[in-house]
């Protein structure tokens, strides 16, 4: 019975559980350029949230929280945007943010803004920065907060 008890304790194995990689299931895609100067943004009819941060002149991050960005979970780093920024964002119940990178004074803005955030009950929030240019939010017929 000994013989039984020892080899029995050398064949044990110790079983552990590894856990698997995270996968948060992403609500939408935006397809993120610039183009003539211009920084386009598209959504699709999923539920985006899209944050954009001017980090230096004519230098934007364009980021999505949970809305993957040109099919990809990284930030954009949209340069040479010289005339204005057009956002469509489409249906669903998206959230834009404009803002500022944490400047203490904020930053100046001298081109167009157009931001369409049409079906769904949509937010565009724009923060630290002053507009010299023209402002335009366009909203659909659900409740949107601008």
Known sequence: ???????SRRLQRRLFLEGLESRA??????????SGGNLIIRGDNA??????TWVAEHTYEVAGVGTEINGDTDVFLARNVTNGIDVDLRDGDDSFTLTGSGLPTGFD???????????????????????RGV????????????
Not at 25 to 34: C, I, K, R, T
Not at 47 to 52: K, S
Not at 109 to 124: F, I, K, P
């Open 47 to 52: 539920d985006n949230e899209i944050t954009v």
């Open 109 to 131: 803005l001298d081109q167009h803004v157009t931001v369409r955030l049409g079906e769904g009950a949509d937010d565009a929030t724009i923060s630290g920065t002053s507009l």
């Open 1 to 7: 019975m000994k013989a039984h008890r020892a080899i």
């Open 25 to 34: 299931m992403l609500a939408g895609d935006v397809s993120v350029d610039v």
């Open 135 to 146: 402002l335009k939010v366009e909203g659909g017929l659900d409740n949107d907060d601008v």
